[in-house]
């Protein structure tokens, strides 16, 4: 096999709205079928308009740049003095979230592309219409490796090609059975075409020619190059990792999210139970165990709460006069959550322990008391889950019908559903985290 890898000359600067396909095809490139045509994401990036305002001097600069890395940040993965490894909402773990100051104006930053992947779709059908050829194409970016140093480039957008070849299954020639080998041939192919481009060169785009290549029927994109979070093993940087080991859980915290998509993959049980292990050193009242947390494990035990949750929430709704299509709506979305999760937990409040008062007013508060634990459990709960890999979302439901969930998963009568949490691995990249400033929250006295 014979692979050829050349340049495209005569891009010039590419400014917000131009149309890639149409600069390479003008500039007299030569094309042929099963080409792939890589283009850095530099380029997409300016002609999608994925700039950020920056000021004229060094110090302005750098905090437009800070300003952008925020707000392309999902999660931090570690950081150390300056430098932050993020994870960006397409899923990418980068350094600085991608975001780029070097061969752009000095009064703009670099973002990634919105959706690299249709960036990428997007040219290969301008070549297609103004060339007549059926190539792939790939948005290349710079990348840092873990363990090794120096940078290479990487596809971070890909179309018509297969993301990922695929050996597992198959024998080697020594007959040993491949059980984990699948190559990464999008980054290997955008790292041979940044060999012709360079970092100083004015050459945005290069095609490499006689590489074999497997289509992409499901246009799946660079998506199966995004390692999932139940996968990944490597989840904070050491030094984060000392610091929630040591007792400086705040990462981990703001890690948690709210996920309500899920991939169809078993929950471990060894996962579930330490997460259920950090629950219960919630802070109690009068050294009490108010909290228990029943695990719908059985599909029997699961359409039985479910039917029980749908009459019930049906009724009330029909009491209010609710018009039947919403009931029947808000009802399918509850059962789409509830019903497809992977796992489901019910956390209960008992309380048992809790003092007897003559008033009102010290029954209230006693009960707010055990409440307040059980809302902690529950918190370190997902916090835990999150540390695990999993996603998690706590939903309300069970605690409006109370006694129609006691029945159908067969609890003690003084046993009160708080909520539900619905488990699993996340089917995609973590919604970001919309910012709240805290201090609207704080009142000093």
């Known amino acids: 096999m014979t692979v ?3 340049g495209v000359d005569g891009i010039g600067e590419v ?27 530099k380029v997409v990036s300016k002609a999608e308009g ?10 302005q600069r750098e905090a437009a740049r800070q300003a952008a890395i925020e707000s392309e940040t999902v999660r931090v993965v570690a950081e150390r003095g300056p430098t932050r490894i993020v994870e960006t909402r397409h899923g990418f773990v980068v350094a600085s979230a991608g975001v780029d100051a070097s061969n752009v104006h000095q009064d703009v930053v670099a973002l990634l592309p919105e959706d690299s992947d249709a960036s990428a779709r997007q040219i290969r059908e301008g070549l297609q219409r103004r060339l007549g050829v059926d190539v792939a194409v790939i948005v290349s970016d710079t990348f840092g490796r873990p363990w090794r140093n120096g940078l290479t480039d990487v596809a971070i957008g890909a179309a018509g090609i297969r993301a990922l070849r695929d050996y597992r299954g198959r024998t080697d020639a020594y007959g040993n059975d491949l059980r984990m080998t699948e190559v990464a041939d999008i980054d290997q192919i955008a790292s041979a075409a940044e060999l012709v481009m360079g970092k100083l060169d004015g050459i945005p785009v290069a095609v490499v020619r006689g590489v074999p290549y497997d289509d992409d029927p499901d246009d799946a994109g660079v998506r199966p190059l995004v390692r999932p979070a139940g996968e990944d093993m490597f989840r904070l940087g050491t030094d984060e990792a000392l610091r929630q080991g040591a007792g400086d859980p705040v990462a981990l915290v703001e890690a948690r999210r709210s996920v309500r998509d899920f991939r169809p993959d078993r929950v471990d049980p060894k996962r579930l139970q330490r997460a259920l292990a950090a629950a219960v050193t919630a802070p109690a009242p009068h050294h009490t165990t108010p909290w228990r947390f029943v695990l719908v494990d059985t599909d029997e035990a699961r359409s039985a709460l479910l039917a029980a949750m749908r009459q019930a929430w049906a009724d009330d709704l029909a009491d209010d006069g609710t018009d039947p299509d919403v009931v029947r709506r808000r009802i399918a979305r509850s059962d789409a959550l509830l019903g497809s999760a992977p796992y489901l937990v019910v956390p209960c409040l008992v309380a048992e322990g809790s003092h007897e008062y003559p008033d009102e007013r010290r029954r209230r508060a006693e009960r707010e008391m055990f409440l307040v634990s059980m809302g902690a459990a529950v918190q370190n709960f997902l916090i835990a889950l999150t540390s695990e890999g999993l996603g998690s979302c706590w939903v309300s439901s069970t605690m409006f019908c109370p006694d129609p969930v006691r029945r159908a998963l067969g609890l003690p009568d003084n046993w009160d559903p708080m909520g539900a949490v619905v488990i699993g691995a996340p089917a995609g990249p973590l919604p970001p985290r919309i910012p709240r400033d805290h201090r609207r929250f704080v009142v000093e006295r």
Do not use: C, H, Y
């Open 4 to 6: 050829e890898v050349f």
């Open 15 to 41: 400014e917000p709205g131009a149309d890639l396909a149409a600069l390479i095809a003008a500039a007299g490139v030569s094309l042929q079928d099963r080409d792939v045509v890589v283009v850095t994401q």
């Open 50 to 59: 994925r700039l950020w305002p920056a000021g004229g001097t060094p110090d």
